[in-house]
């Protein structure tokens, strides 16, 4: 039997989807052009999340592989920059909001309560997979509370609090992934007489941390000298800078060689493959890796705008109410802008990183040279 032509409305399923903007109204023609304004958008926002959540599952599948090909890190950079994007566009639908006057969305706001956009289960789930820590999630209310505000009215489950049970259960997160798939990391390394692979992360770490006390003492110095040809206040202006290059460079060892043994062992060798990837980006074996690291900020550089821009859009409109859901409104929101990075240390290693001349050089560079871990 022959198949009918495809349409594009039926493709797309026109029909249904212009049929789900009404709210709680029976149709759409009931409610006014800003209500259906704000139904719309958040309608789109759900879907870009939904997409977002297909990328971020597939690329923390392919890390969660014991050894992950080159070839494949191309199609995980490739998903995490669709998010970025995706994020880049989301941020752009806050302008569309900020067409609602004041009035106007005070005339249906109560309709929602005590709904709130902290119910959609899809961004709370992003941020579960993405790798937010439940002990650092911002509570509404007391413990729980986060987990409790997507159960069905009057308590039990819901499909929403479900969604999020199930994106909890469903480990490891993409930064857990991540993390392991930089622990396997071969810095520095060589090969013996016997062709097996030797990586030296603690060699490397010290002679980075010598490099880096040269540098750091070097640009003190200079900062010095120009702070002494100012003619004023020199000797104040010397104590200062060499206390703030002082606590810099303390800063620098603690992240590559904390004093604490139980964070050294959980820490350690992703912080110095994360410095090692950056400092060596040229080489070939690790151009690719490191151009992981690079759509990983991206990413969250977008989440962490997307955040900002959803704070001033809802002060814009509204000013400082508290939330129909009963936070704290725009104060919970910029919390959560500021608080809610995940991917910390691939932040933190832009302070640790050298100029190419000073990076120490390598034991042996061919070892990273196309072809070299066939």
Do not use: C
């Not at 070939?284 to 705008?305: D, H, K, T, Y």
């Amino acid at each position: 039997m022959k198949p009918a032509p495809t349409t594009y409305w039926d493709y797309i399923r026109v029909e249904e989807l212009l049929s789900l903007q009404q709210g709680l109204a029976a149709d759409d023609e009931e409610i006014s052009n800003e209500e259906a304004l704000f139904v719309t958008v958040h309608q789109v926002y759900e879907l870009w999340f939904k997409l977002i959540l297909r990328d971020l599952r597939s690329a923390r599948d392919l890390f969660m592989s014991p050894r992950v090909a080159e070839q494949e890190l191309s199609s995980a950079v490739e998903r995490l920059r669709r998010i970025a994007t995706i994020f880049r566009v989301a941020v752009a639908h806050f302008e569309v909001v900020e067409t609602i006057s004041t009035r106007s969305y005070l005339g249906f706001r109560d309709k929602l309560m005590p709904a709130s956009g902290f119910q959609s289960a899809q961004l709370r789930q992003i941020e579960v997979l993405f790798g937010l820590e439940e002990a650092d999630r911002i509570p509404l209310g007391p413990p729980g509370s986060h987990l409790a505000a997507l159960e069905k009215p009057g308590g039990g489950s819901s499909p929403a609090l479900r969604r999020v049970e199930e994106t909890m259960a469903d480990g490891p997160n993409l930064k857990e992934a991540i993390e392991a798939w930089l622990a396997r990391t071969p810095i520095d390394a060589t090969r013996n007489a016997s062709g097996e692979v030797e990586s030296d992360a603690l060699g490397f770490v010290e002679r980075y941390l010598a490099a880096h006390r040269e540098v750091i003492g070097r640009t003190r110095d200079h900062a010095g000298a120009v702070a002494a040809e100012t003619g004023r206040d020199v000797k104040v202006a010397q104590e200062r800078l060499a206390a703030n290059y002082e606590r810099e460079r303390a800063s620098v060892e603690e992240f590559l060689a904390p004093a604490d043994p139980q964070v050294r062992a959980s820490t350690g060798v992703v912080r110095a493959a994360l410095v090692f990837l950056e400092s060596y980006r040229e080489l070939p074996l690790l151009a690719w890796p490191r151009e992981v690291l690079a759509a990983l900020l991206e990413v969250e550089q977008g989440f962490v705008i997307f955040r900002q821009r959803h704070a001033r859009m809802v002060e814009r409109v509204i000013g400082r109410r508290t939330g129909t859901g009963g936070s704290a409104g725009v104060e919970y929101l910029d919390k959560t802008a500021v608080e809610y990075r995940i991917f910390k240390d691939i932040w933190a290693v832009r302070t640790v990183l050298l100029p190419v001349e000073d990076v120490p050089p390598l034991r042996d560079p061919a070892f990273y040279g196309f072809g070299a871990l066939d």
